[in-house]
């Protein structure tokens, strides 16, 4: 006798895992997130050069405020801060290369680091390292 009772109340109790949410008891999952002004652009020197100028090295780090020219573990960012194994990476569009255009970025990021901005430095609040 008990052990039919006890598997009606299973069945009847389980039965209610299947049945429709009352109506407003649903979760909102929706994610807020904000990309860069690049995500899915062409992520190239020159627009490395516009994130870069408007970058402050005093202000948190976030996908609207980071340095483009910052290696984390020896890889670049996306155009949006975000790295390679990290949740939301997204492979940039790349631009032409050559190896006239390697010098000519290569010359400024060696002007670059010889004359960083105020404030960047190891454990700023805009730089990742």
């Keep these: 006798m008990y052990v039919k009772s006890a598997i009606i109340l ?3 109790a ?6 429709p949410a009352p109506f407003g ?4 999952t929706r994610v ?3 990309f860069g002004q ?3 652009k062409l992520w190239d020197i020159e627009a490395k ?3 870069y100028g408007s970058w402050d090295p005093a202000t ?3 996908t609207m405020n980071f340095n483009p020219f910052e290696t984390f573990k020896g890889n670049s960012p996306d155009a949006s801060g975000i790295y390679p194994g990290e949740p939301r990476y997204k492979d940039p569009m790349r631009g032409d290369v050559s190896f006239a255009i390697m010098m000519e970025e290569k010359a400024y990021l060696e002007n670059l680091a010889a004359n960083p901005k105020d404030g960047d430095a ?3 609040n805009g730089c990742k390292n």
Excluded: T
Excluded at 14 to 19: K, P, R, V
Excluded at 25 to 28: F, G, I, N
């Design 10 to 12: 299973a069945v009847a």
């Design 14 to 19: 389980s039965a209610s895992a299947f049945a």
């Design 25 to 28: 008891a649903r979760m909102d």
């Design 32 to 34: 807020f997130f904000e």
């Design 38 to 40: 690049f995500d899915d």
């Design 49 to 51: 050069k516009e994130v």
């Design 60 to 62: 948190p780090r976030s």
């Design 122 to 124: 190891p454990g700023a």
